[in-house]
């Protein structure tokens, strides 16, 4: 086999055809050309593996039963503008030639394939896309720096977020990335992955906490035919899915002991086996981690593997919960607003004063997730101006509910407005949580801050303005 000159060899192949005897020539074909072959028998399947990021390069059919190559080839572009996708056919005409061309293909050859220029033609169609890949990759960075922002928000704590996802993304560093539930962690994750040079390739998710003890071998590291009951075929796994790209692995402190110590093992060597599988399968990934909890923390009380913290905690990203970015809360809700009258094609017209001062002081538990979820069901409801009455905010945390008991209700609203009472409410709960948090940490702060995923500028500040004793002494 003749090396490839334009680092093109093991790069993913797709055979989209109908006939499978052909599909099985293509394969052997693509093969022994260095390539990695996958196969989809209709159209369906192969736009599922499209959507996935799995090929690189596209050999598609012109003429399949359902679903012709032509449709495939018109949808596979709207997922990925820059795949190139080769046509192929036994129908040599003129006609297809010119629609394939014209609905974007990279190429066209006729049956019986010339497997010389078939190979030739897939090494070119990769070249240039990766070239391409990376003349675009400074607009891309900038694109996708403004897309963040978009997306979360124009905060001084977004533009620091920018900055470390810009200096850690053209990295190989394993990175935590740690936040609230709802807070934008698999958002950031994306955005490391798509600055890095990785970009490529896939970025595989792995929800820690659904895989079963019992099943995650096979689940992250593939299994053999006939290897357990129930494996009537050979799988890959997610360390396989993820080859020269990254894998993220969401709310790791899910994952149960017993297999952390099977995932550091695979980390440190570089190396695993598929279940039942007697061939070593080198690994190449990089590793996103996500988490709603202090690592350290988990550590210390034994129910994270300290081998594997250390391991992974090269750098650390943490996302402040959205009541520490007022200045987020309302662009993010008028974006949302925005967002949902144009899909419910209604004309809601903005947020009334008294509507805006509760969402703007609302302490948001459930962070972005909810406030979107809080907006969508307030325009569903409204047809003029977001008020208080259309905002469903679910039950407040447990401190701000006992201040807002029915013994207390009347001293708490008396005399004040909307506004003055969330703040006031907010600011009590605030400064329990930041009392009982010192008290556990023994005063220290920095562990306090790190605990509670915030600034130590920022605990030094409420410890001053709400007057929190941390010792018994200041008293």
């Keep these: 086999m003749d090396r490839d000159q334009n680092g093109a060899e093991g790069a993913r192949v797709l055979i989209v055809d109908d006939e499978k005897d052909f599909c099985d020539i293509l394969f052997r074909v693509v093969k022994r050309g260095g390539f990695t072959a996958l196969v989809a ?29 032509i449709e495939v080839l018109k949808r596979a572009r709207k997922i990925d503008s820059r795949l190139p996708v080769i046509m192929i056919t036994a ?150 899915l993820a080859q020269g790209g990254t894998l993220f692995l969401d709310e790791i402190t899910n994952m149960p002991l017993s297999c952390q110590s099977k995932l550091l093992r695979a980390i440190q060597e570089k190396t695993f086996y598929r279940v039942g599988g007697r061939q070593c399968v080198h690994m190449d990934v990089r590793l996103i ?13 034994e129910r994270f593997s300290r081998d594997l913290f250390y391991r992974l905690s090269e750098f650390t990203v943490v996302i402040p919960p959205l009541r520490e970015r007022k200045e987020d809360i309302v662009y993010l809700a008028q974006r949302f607003l925005n967002e949902t009258n144009e899909e419910l094609n209604k004309d809601v017209k903005g947020f009334s004063d008294s509507g805006l001062e509760l969402i703007r002081n609302y302490p948001w538990p459930g962070n972005v997730r909810q406030l979107k979820s809080a907006i969508r069901r307030a325009v569903l409801q409204s047809w ?46 605030e400064s329990k949580i930041l009392a009982k948090v010192l008290r556990k940490t023994g005063g220290n702060k920095a562990k306090a801050a790190r605990l509670l995923q915030i600034d130590y500028k920022t605990i030094h500040t409420k410890i001053k303005q709400y007057g929190i004793k941390l010792y018994p002494e200041e008293e």
């Design 91 to 240: 129908y040599s005409g003129v006609h297809d030639a010119v629609e394939a061309i014209k609905k974007g293909a990279y190429d066209y050859l006729p049956k019986p394939l010339d497997n010389n220029a078939l190979i030739e033609r897939i090494r070119s169609a990769i070249a240039e896309r990766r070239i391409l890949s990376g003349n675009s990759h400074r607009k891309e960075s900038d694109l996708t720096r403004g897309r963040i922002k978009k997306l979360m928000g124009p905060s001084a704590s977004v533009d620091r977020l920018v900055s470390e996802i810009t200096l850690v993304s053209g990295s190989n560093f394993s990175v935590v990335i740690q936040g609230e539930t709802g807070s934008g962690k698999e958002l950031v994750a994306q955005a490391i992955h798509r600055f890095s040079p990785r970009s490529d390739r896939l970025m595989v998710p792995v929800d820690c906490g659904a895989i079963p003890e019992t099943l995650f071998e096979s689940e992250v590291f593939g299994h053999e035919k006939g290897s357990f009951t129930g494996a009537i075929s050979s799988r890959m796994g997610k360390f396989e």
């Design 41 to 69: 028998h209709d159209g369906e399947m192969a736009l599922e593996m499209i959507k996935l990021g799995l090929p690189e390069v596209v050999l598609l059919d012109v003429r399949m039963p359902g679903m012709d190559g």
């Design 384 to 429: 003029d101006w977001v008020g208080p009455e259309n905002l469903v905010l679910g039950s407040m945390p447990e401190a701000m509910s006992n201040d807002l008991s029915v013994g207390k209700r009347e001293e708490v609203w008396n005399g004040l407005s909307l506004r003055e009472i969330v703040q006031k409410a907010t600011a009590d709960v």
């Design 289 to 301: 981690i996500a988490t709603n909890k202090e690592l350290n923390t988990e550590v210390a009380l």
